[in-house]
């Protein structure tokens, strides 16, 4: 069984920053690629960023491109989400996910985290 934990969620002002972490139990973390995605309240979750298993290739929603940056660290087992010149509109709940081998859907899915950012 795998679990993530999001963490690092909070209340920020606008063009502020903010750090997600997600650490992962399981020793195969390092096999699987990962992905962040955001939900609010009566809206689909969507997609807002995704890693490949080695960090190399990276994957961004226009909506943060520029602005958020997701990394890995393979040895800590863990996934990043760096969030700067955070807006009004990344308000949302972050949740991490691992992406399956072999179907290329995300099978496993933390809690979320809230992300609140004012005005």
């Known amino acids: 069984q795998v679990q993530l934990v999001e963490s690092g969620g909070g209340l920020v002002q606008a063009g502020g920053s903010l750090r997600l972490s997600c650490p992962a139990s399981g020793r195969t973390f390092s096999s699987y690629a990962m992905g962040w995605f955001r939900q609010t309240p009566g809206q689909e979750r969507e997609f807002v960023a995704a890693?490949?298993?080695?960090?190399?290739?990276?994957y961004y929603a226009d909506s943060v491109k520029g602005r958020f940056t997701i990394s890995r660290d393979n040895a800590k087992n863990t996934v990043y989400l760096q969030m700067n010149s955070l807006k009004p509109e990344d308000t949302a709940v972050y949740y991490c996910?691992?992406?399956?081998?072999?179907?290329?859907?995300?099978?496993?899915w933390g809690q979320g985290t809230q992300v609140t950012v004012s005005s």
């Open positions: 996910a691992r992406k399956a081998e072999t179907s290329g859907e995300y099978d496993y």
């Open positions: 890693i490949s298993w080695s960090g190399v290739n990276t």
